[in-house]
C-alpha cells in the first residue's frame, strides 16, 4: 500500500468546532488536514514586466512541524471580506488554520504542483480547508490573486487593488459573457503561464523554493470563474496533466449559449445539483474521454458551498443567528470536496488509488 493511500482518511471529520471564547465571540477552528504533512504557507509577490501586471502568490506546502500557525487573511482583506459578507468586522482573527507562516520544507521532495484558481469577487484565503488538505497530502499548492476578479488584493506596500467589472455593465448578458469569456483567455489563462514561468524560475534559483517543485506534475483547480480558468488551463497549458473545476461554467455559456471545452486530459467536474439539473450540460460544456473524465453532483450544495465561506458564515455571521445544522451541512460539504479532490490528483498526479470516484456505489431511493 502506497504513503498516502494508508494516509486517507476521506470522510473523517476532525476537530473542526467552534469554541466560546466569551460570551459574546466563538473561535473557528478549520478542519484539520487529512495527510501526514505539516503544512507551510507563504505569500510572495510576481511582476510581470512584460504585461506591467503584478500579482500575488500564496503557497501551501509540506512543511517541518510548528506549533505557531498563520492568520487567516491579513487585516485589510479580512474587512472587506466582512463588509461583502456581513460578518463580524474582526471575524478573521478568531479562524484558526493549521498552517505555518514561513516554515521550511519537510526534507522530503520535490512536491507535485497545482495551481489553485479563485472565483469572481473573491481571494485565495477562503480556499483554505481546500489547501492545507492538498498540502498535507503531499502537493505544493500555489494559489494566485487574480484582480481586479479578486474582491481585494493587498501587496507588502499596502497598496490595494479592489474588485471592478470588467465587461460592459449596460450590455445584455450574451455580451457580458463573451467579455468575461475573453478575460478569462487574455488575462487569466495568462496569468497561469505567468506563474508557470515563475515557478520554473524559482525551483532553480531561488534558495527558499529551490529544488521542492515537481514541475513534471502539475494540476490545476478553481472554482467558480475559477473553474473556467482551470478548464481552459487544462486545454491549453501542454505542461498541466490533469484539471479540476469546482461548479464554474463556460462562457459564454451563462446564457445558455455554450460553447464545449474539449478535454484530452484527466479532468473532474464537481457542480451543485442546480447547475447539473439541465441533462445537456455535461455534453455542452465538456467534450472528454470516459475513462477519465468525472463528473459529480453534490446534492444541498449551493455555489458558494466548495468554499470556506459557509463555515465562516455560520459562525461569524452579523444578521443572525444560523438554523441548526448548518455548521454541520457546510463542514460535510468543504470536507467532501477536499476528499474529491484529493483522490483525483492522488491519483493523476501521483498514481494512486481514487476509490470514491472509480468504485462509487449507485443508491436507488424508493
Known amino acids: ?13 476532525l476537530a473542526a468546532a467552534a469554541r466560546s471564547v466569551d460570551s459574546h465571540q466563538v473561535t473557528l477552528e478549520l478542519p484539520t488536514p487529512d495527510g501526514c504533512n505539516p503544512v507551510g504557507t507563504k505569500t510572495i509577490s510576481l511582476k510581470d514586466a512584460r504585461r506591467n501586471r503584478e500579482l500575488l502568490v500564496t503557497f501551501w ?6 506549533s505557531a500557525f498563520a492568520p487567516y487573511m491579513d487585516e485589510k482583506t479580512s474587512a472587506e471580506i466582512a463588509t461583502e459578507w456581513k460578518l463580524q468586522p474582526d471575524f478573521a482573527r478568531h479562524v484558526r488554520t493549521h498552517s505555518s507562516l514561513n516554515a521550511a520544507f519537510g526534507q522530503t521532495g520535490p512536491f507535485p504542483v497545482i495551481l489553485l484558481e479563485h472565483g469572481s469577487g473573491t481571494v485565495p484565503a477562503i480556499y483554505t480547508v481546500l489547501a492545507e488538505g492538498l ?4 502537493f505544493v499548492v500555489a494559489a494566485t490573486n487574480h ?14 487593488i479592489k474588485a471592478k467589472p470588467y465587461w460592459p455593465e449596460n450590455a445584455d448578458r450574451r455580451t457580458q459573457g463573451v467579455a468575461i469569456g475573453r478575460f478569462a483567455e ?21 534558495n527558499f523554493w529551490s529544488g521542492h517543485f515537481n514541475l513534471s506534475r502539475v494540476g490545476i483547480v478553481g472554482h467558480s470563474m475559477g473553474g473556467t480558468t482551470a478548464a481552459l488551463a487544462t486545454k491549453e497549458e501542454r505542461s498541466i496533466s490533469a484539471g ?13 449559449d455554450v460553447r464545449p471545452i474539449e478535454l484530452h486530459k484527466p479532468f473532474l467536474f464537481v457542480a451543485t445539483e442546480e447547475h447539473a439539473s439541465d441533462p445537456e450540460t455535461r455534453a455542452r460544456e465538456y467534450v472528454g474521454s470516459e475513462s477519465n473524465t468525472y463528473y459529480v453532483a453534490i446534492p444541498g450544495n449551493d455555489h458558494m458551498s466548495f468554499t470556506d465561506t459557509r463555515l465562516l458564515s455560520t ?10 445544522g448548518t455548521f454541520e451541512r457546510a463542514l460535510l460539504a468543504v470536507e467532501l470536496t477536499r476528499s474529491l479532490v484529493e483522490e483525483f490528483f492522488a491519483k ?3 498514481d494512486d488509488i481514487a476509490p470514491h470516484l472509480d468504485f462509487a456505489v449507485h443508491v436507488d431511493k424508493k
Open 348 to 350: 493523476y498526479l501521483n
Open 1 to 13: 500500500m502506497s504513503r498516502s493511500a494508508t494516509c486517507i482518511s476521506l470522510f473523517l471529520f
Open 244 to 256: 479540476v473545476n469546482l461548479d464554474g461554467s463556460t462562457y459564454p455559456g451563462m446564457n445558455a
Open 315 to 324: 459562525r461569524f455571521y452579523r444578521e443572525s443567528p444560523p438554523n441548526p
Open 147 to 160: 484582480p481586479p476578479d479578486s474582491l481585494i488584493a493587498v501587496f507588502p506596500d499596502g497598496r490595494e
Open 61 to 66: 506546502y509540506p512543511a517541518v512541524p510548528s
Open 186 to 206: 487574455e488575462v487569466l489563462l495568462a496569468d497561469v503561464r505567468f506563474v508557470l514561468d515563475q515557478l520554473r524560475h524559482l525551483n532553480s534559483q531561488d
Open 135 to 138: 498540502a498535507s497530502r503531499g
